[in-house]
């Protein structure tokens, strides 16, 4: 169900209209939607819901620090005529293909004639996004829901039926559709796709399959211009590939795509409670790091139990936890995948 606006973003939203007291209700009505439609974080708080990942509950998108920081980068991208292009590389859990989704969402359904296309590296990781687009749509607010035409398990295309086009086109009026679609899809149906699109996101890019084709194909698609989106996100799949090349030119700046890495002991929500008497020389590294990066000294311990504790899920493949929660972009690399050197 829809949230309502707190009366903190209520008076922003009155804020925003200009002659607001002299307007009659429906004028107001009208550009407060406006002012909620142009806002993403506006927008989310009266629309967007999410899955719980612990309770299971449907319950308001509220964003974390990471997704918070990748809104902050893709607004000010918007504001100043930039094209979006993001390779992204996260621990596990971070919430930011919940993020891109709700903004591809938000962009899709507030815009006409909109290009979305998803593209996971599975079937099922695939559908999972697609539910996402679905639970999103299915509880925002009536008056941000535009007229779907149809949906299915890969699409949701938000238009009016033809008739509808064909009469109003006799009337010489626009179409009250909206014409925009968001399409999931799995890597290997993906290659070859020629239509424009508008919104792109690569989830875990780093295990699909036939990755630089794929990719390139996809983000041949997106104009460079303005309000346009690309986001290539993963975990590390191993030293070499697409992914591991793209983001070493993205480092060096030789890329389209600017480089965001989110680390485990960011997150605030990976922590536990307690003290350590004794720290490792893994661990020791790590208070180093956690001092550079301004933490504040009484989370240390936290963040370090957390992590003794998660690293026991991983006895039977200890590598496998620097590739789901690294401590910095080479650690996932070399920890996970393909061996830097052939060993056989």
């Known amino acids: 169900m829809a949230q309502e606006l707190s009366e903190q973003t209520r008076t922003l939203v009155r804020s925003r209209i200009a002659d607001y007291s002299n307007l009659t209700p429906e004028q107001q009505l009208r550009e407060a939607i406006k002012v909620i439609a142009a806002d993403f974080h506006i927008y989310c708080e009266r629309n967007l819901m999410i899955q719980d990942k612990i309770s299971g509950e449907i319950v308001p998108f509220k964003l974390n620090w990471a997704q918070k920081l990748l809104v902050k980068r893709v607004m000010d991208d918007i504001a100043n005529g930039r094209p979006v292009r993001y390779i992204i590389l996260k621990a596990r859990q971070m919430g930011l293909s919940t993020v891109i989704e709700a903004l591809g969402f938000w962009w899709t359904t507030t815009h006409k004639n909109i290009k979305t296309v ?3 590296h599975e079937t099922e990781a695939s559908g ?3 539910n996402m687009f679905k639970r999103y749509f299915d509880n925002s607010h009536p008056t941000f829901q535009p007229r779907r035409k149809y949906n299915n398990k890969k699409e949701l295309v938000f238009d009016v039926d033809d008739t509808i086009k064909e009469e109003y086109k006799a009337q010489g009026k626009p179409s009250p559709g909206l014409g925009s679609e968001i399409k999931t899809l799995v890597a290997k149906e993906g290659k070859g796709r020629s239509a424009t699109i508008h919104f792109f996101h690569g989830s ?17 698609a997106v104009p460079l211009a303005a309000n346009t989106f690309a986001f290539l996100e993963s975990t590390a799949n191993g030293v070499g590939g697409f992914f591991y090349d793209e983001w070493q030119f993205a480092k060096k700046g030789e890329s389209a795509f600017k480089p965001l890495f989110f680390a485990w002991h960011e997150h605030s929500e990976y922590e536990m409670a307690g003290t350590v008497d004794v720290y490792d020389d893994e661990e020791q590294e790590l208070l180093t790091i956690f001092e ?6 009484e989370s240390w311990d936290r963040k370090i139990l957390w992590r003794r504790e998660k690293k026991k899920e991983f006895r039977s493949d200890p ?5 789901e929660y690294p401590k910095d972009d080479m650690e996932a ?3 996970s995948g393909r061996p830097v050197f052939d060993i056989g």
């Open 118 to 120: 998803i593209i996971a």
């Open 128 to 130: 999972n996004l697609y």
């Open 204 to 220: 875990e890019v780093a295990f699909w399959e036939a990755k630089a084709d794929v990719v390139s194909s996809a983000i041949q």
């Open 292 to 297: 550079e990066k301004g933490y504040p000294k």
């Open 319 to 323: 590598k496998k936890f620097y590739q």
């Open 333 to 335: 690399f070399l920890s």
